[in-house]
């Protein structure tokens, strides 16, 4: 398959649409090409993105909802959270796609290819991709690959799954300026489990039972723990199910190589999604505004955050508190937010604290198992 070009995009999903229209969007393709490979057109609601933010970002205009103020709950506390400047915003899927779409499609040097991609070894040990099963022409190419084909292995890893209902009910029941990020109060026989609730309108809401564990749950168990959650801390009985959202996040220590076999990793499959929350909206906006200034200024490409970095040893003990069940979730978030500030939680988790207030946080929790649990993944 012979299409030379500059660039290429493997996967257009949420790392490969952000990385591209932020190319079309620079002016770097004004004249050097780019193609983009996914197995079909992005299109539809397949998923949510939520994340805080101080100020605008990127997909400003895709924000399909924003709470000023959130809420966290949890066994005998409840606090509603110092945002500062931050907002917590949803972007739905179909609206980003199409933004970035709309972007795209205006660039006459940005072309489109549909196929499974896979990746082989040639005989010379270069890595070849193919397009069903037809060899993809890299010669010349700077390519970026967001196609995670393995997850990788390492022994401090967990699965952040979720399931959630957009609900519709008669009367007013919600504040639509006003969302949960976590509550803590449901059962963590399986582990860590929180729901949050991120109210649309007065009478709509997501509500989204999530959990931090190994192992997935059956279908059912996701919905009877919804069906009791609206009922017994929403008190809410009658109302219809509009809509509804299963995930599986990759929560891992593992260590991902952002230039490897010929290219550059993005995204989830370039270890942009945090190991210790799942969060990866906003660390792939900066990894993939990170590259286009570099392309832009004809520099190195640069990991984001840089291998080694002090967040990434944060991530693992964490981790392995989590997944040794040393300390659960529940206590460790809700001394977090008991002791500290939101927006420098917030601040933390997004990796932009200095030294001095990772400390500060640190030393908020609870010290005797973070310490031991730190000796164990050094
Ligand atoms: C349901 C759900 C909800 C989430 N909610 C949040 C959230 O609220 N906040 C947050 O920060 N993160 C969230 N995440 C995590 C993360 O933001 C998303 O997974 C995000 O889409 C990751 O972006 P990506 O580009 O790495 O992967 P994707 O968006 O999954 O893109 C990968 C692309 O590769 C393509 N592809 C895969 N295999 C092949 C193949 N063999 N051939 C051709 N194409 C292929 C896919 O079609 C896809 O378009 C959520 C994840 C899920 C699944």
Known sequence: MSQRTDYIILGSGLAGLSLAARMVKSGLLEHQTLLI????????????????????????????HQWPSLQFYSEGFEKDLDMYDYSYKMIRSGALYEYCYSILQGCKNVSFLYGEVSFHQSSRGNTEVRVNDELLDLDGALVF??????EPEHRLSLKQHFKGWIIETTSPSFNPNKATLMDFRVDQTEGSTFVYVLPLTETTALVEYTLFTANLLHDHQYDAALRNYIQQYLGITLYEVKETEFGVIPMTAAEFEFYKNGMYHIGTAGGQTKGSSGYTFQF????????????????????????GSRFHFYDRVLLELLVNRTLEGREIFTRLFQQNKAHRVFKFLDNETDLLEDLGIISSLQIVPFAKAAMRVM
């Open 284 to 307: 792939v906006q900066k990894q993939t505004k990170s590259i286009v200034n570099s392309l832009l200024h004809r520099q190195k490409l640069q990991q984001v955050p840089a291998a």
């Open 145 to 150: 690959n967001s196609i995670l084909t393995k």
């Open 37 to 64: 490979v996914d197995k079909a057109p992005k299109q539809g609601n397949d998923r949510t993105w939520c994340f805080w933010e101080y100020g605008k970002g990127f997909f400003e205009n895709c924000v399909y």
